[in-house]
């Protein structure tokens, strides 16, 4: 099903398929879609789509159906990744915009050989994802595992929280080390120094702009020399096919015994069984995931065994807030198409981000 096309038959087309009917978080308000409508204006028809969509993976579901059917006329699309389908389904498509912020499903060889604009996400997540970064140190630096598992036990945990061998630490004057500074980096930068903490910045273009919570600004070719600083390791790198397996055993072996490893991007960044072995034998201190390379999680993984790891299910980014950011940065973008003008978070597709 969906909402009545809003706009003259012959109108130009923008269609828009974000709607979960499990999930209240991924499912565009009516107010949102009426304010596109407006947006638009009544040389456009603005069509919402009210099927069940995934929300969870960059482009990989398989549309149905109607939702092709839906697009093919049309000239602006919306959604949760850009599927090969959709853009094999609307010759007449031009810009397409994916609700998520990782583009690795949605760049592939049918949006890469087209002319078809592609923009993401990014930054419309950053405060969520910033929050659970802080939220992980806290939980490792306090010892808060430790004491989680104590209680479950049915213990006091004193002294594996006070004793000789404690982990406990303050996050102020210990060194975060955040590879991607992109717009979820930045944010994690920026909360981490706030707390006292000093930050280290590992991305592609280390000196484009003035980053005055950054003690130290580093390209990926100097990833060892931060790896081996760093207690705590916020991954929040796009995942390219330069990224993949991008940390795995040797990259581990040179951080320090008391590090935190802190996913937030996507799983296939880091080598999990290595991951995994390295947090056995107390290599790390610890890891917090909130992204895996198999979603959900297999029950057999032994990383879902080990107490020196905080697993969330790919939630992190979730908040009220969300369609307050994505709608401005929609509407924002809606207007720039109109007036002709340069789109917010292109894609560069060569570079995959």
């Not at 609700?99 to 996400?121: F, I, K, W």
């Not at 600083?229 to 991954?235: F, G, K, S, T």
């Not at 397996?245 to 069984?273: T, Y």
């Amino acid at each position: 099903m969906s909402t009545e096309p809003r706009g003259a038959p012959d109108a130009r087309r923008l269609v828009i398929w974000m709607h979960s009917d499990r999930y209240p978080a991924w499912r565009i308000p009516e107010a949102l879609v009426e304010a596109l409508g407006a947006a638009a204006g009544e040389e456009w028809s603005v069509e919402a789509l009210r099927l069940p969509a995934f929300a969870g993976g960059d482009g990989a579901g398989r549309p149905p159906p109607l939702v092709l059917a839906a697009v093919a006329g049309a000239e602006v699309y919306f959604g949760f990744g850009v599927p090969a389908e959709i853009v094999e389904a609307a010759p007449r498509l031009r810009w397409a915009h994916s609700g998520a912020a990782g583009v690795r499903g949605s760049l592939h060889p049918a949006m890469r050989a087209s002319d078809v604009v592609l923009t993401n996400s990014a930054g419309v997540y950053a405060d969520p994802l910033a929050e659970w970064a802080i939220g992980a140190m806290l939980h490792f630096a306090r010892g808060f595992d430790l004491a989680i598992a104590g209680a479950r036990d049915g213990g006091w945990p004193y002294d594996p929280m006070a004793g000789a061998r404690s982990p406990l630490r303050e996050l102020a004057g210990s060194l975060v080390v955040v590879v991607g500074y992109g717009g979820i980096g930045r944010a994690v930068g920026m909360r981490a120094a706030a707390l006292g903490a000093r930050v280290w910045a590992v991305r592609a273009h280390p000196d484009r702009e003035p980053l005055p919570e950054v003690e130290r600004r580093l390209g990926p070719d100097h990833l060892d020399e931060a790896l081996v600083a760093a207690d705590w390791l916020v991954l929040a790198v796009p995942e390219t096919a330069r990224t993949m397996a991008w940390i795995g055993a040797p990259q581990l072996a040179r951080m320090r015994p008391g590090a935190v490893l802190m996913n937030l991007s996507r799983g296939g960044i880091v080598d999990e069984a290595a991951l995994a072995e390295a947090l056995r034998t107390g290599a790390l201190r610890g890891a917090a995931l909130d992204v895996f390379g198999e979603e959900p999680l297999p029950p057999g993984s032994p990383l879902r065994e080990l107490e020196n790891v905080l697993i969330t299910p790919h939630a992190g980014s979730i908040t009220p807030r969300f369609w307050e950011r994505q709608g401005a940065l929609m509407l924002r973008n809606l207007g720039h198409w109109k007036a002709a003008r340069p789109l917010e978070n292109r894609v560069d597709k060569e570079r995959g981000y």
